[in-house]
């Protein structure tokens, strides 16, 4: 297993591409299965999920490779398996949105239940609630979700609220299931999240008629068959966040290439409140800090509220704040492995219940820790930036699971980051 050697302080100056977005790609990749063909997708990034997720398809009978120009090809002509694993889905939550896509295009769905992870308990009794809405027989048998259609799908109004709010993988299995239903959908508290609109904006141009994008009020009315996508998706408004953290992190100065900021307002409002300068540039932005960080108040919400996705990335800017500060964590309230981390590190975090109060210290300190889940090792690696000393960060292979060689993206601008497989 790799580990990073992060030197620091460093202080980054000069200009990052920002990639496709992972969470744009995974639920589009699935909406793949519903067209018979080759679909053809662009701007996807080379990640260790994108890999799992096209074994996952070629496991249910797709031809899964490399375009030209690094596009990813998706032929899906031939479905011969309606069956996704316990051994990936375990890996990775997002291979349950398979099952509205295989229910809407086979009849049939066996998609063992996801668990749990580090970020907590991954429910899917919403995404279920909604495809019995439409028709289907679902019941569990030894761990699988085992999902029929006797009688094919039939459009209805759903309503897809939970006690956290709106679901996005639940509105992706939804939405795709209802796009070749009979007759009208409607989804009440859909996920109003950028890769939704984006996977939406992609059934639509295979031919899909939802109208109501981006916000919470979905309508879809289905049609016989869809036509395989030919589709760029969007840039990773969570990864453009964490590089844009990197440059507060460090005192420094970076343009992100890429990046569309009507995506990520909420950072963009927390990070100028906290006197960090945040100027849109041609396709893109420049973030930099001067002066002191000023504590916040931050609790993490579906969209457009702040992202639960950078919410330990954020914490770790905080920890240098000059005063105090409160994350409540909204979506995942156990979502805070980085915090005993961050403490190794000299940070000074307390949890209480779903809330993490941030009290400002001087210097963060170099040490070894280990990463556990995506966006806490991204967090720890913010961290190393900015410590004093060599920080070890071990586990690197779930910072590979959402950033594409992070340190040959951050080194040209700065970052002292060495990948070491011991
Ligand atoms: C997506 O996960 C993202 N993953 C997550 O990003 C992100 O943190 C999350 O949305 C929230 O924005 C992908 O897009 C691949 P949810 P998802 O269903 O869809 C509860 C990353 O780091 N819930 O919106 O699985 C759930 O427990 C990953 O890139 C139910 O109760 O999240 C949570 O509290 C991590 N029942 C809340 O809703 C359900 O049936 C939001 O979860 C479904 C969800």
Redesign the pocket.
Known sequence: MDIFRIEGPVQLSGAVAVNGS??AT?PIMAAAILAAGKSTLKSVPRLSDIFLFARLLRQLGCKVGKGQNGDLCIDSTTIDNSVGEYEIVRRM??SICILGPLLARCGRAEVSMPGGCA?????????LRGLRELGAQIHLKKGYIIAETPNGLKGKEIFLG???G?????TANVLMAATLAKGKTVIESA?C?P?IADLANCLNTMGAKISGIGSPRLIIDGVKQLRPAVYQVIPDR?EAGTFMIAAAITKGRLQLNNCRLEDMMAVVNALRNIGVTVESADNGCVVARNGPIKPADITTQ?YPGF???LQAQFMALLVLAEGNSVIIEK??PDRFMHVAELNRMAANLRKEGPAVIVAGVKNLIAAPVMASD??ASAALVLAGLAAQGTTVVSRVYHIDR?YERIEERLNPVGAKINRESP
């Not at 970020?119 to 995404?127: K, L, S």
């Not at 709106?166 to 639940?170: A, H, I, N, P, Q």
């Open positions: 992972k969470n995974l939550r997002a970020i907590g308990d991954r429910p899917v009794d919403i995404h939970g006690p956290f709106s679901t996005v993988l639940g996920a999240e890769e969570i579906p992202p639960t996705d979506v995942f995506l966006r959402g």
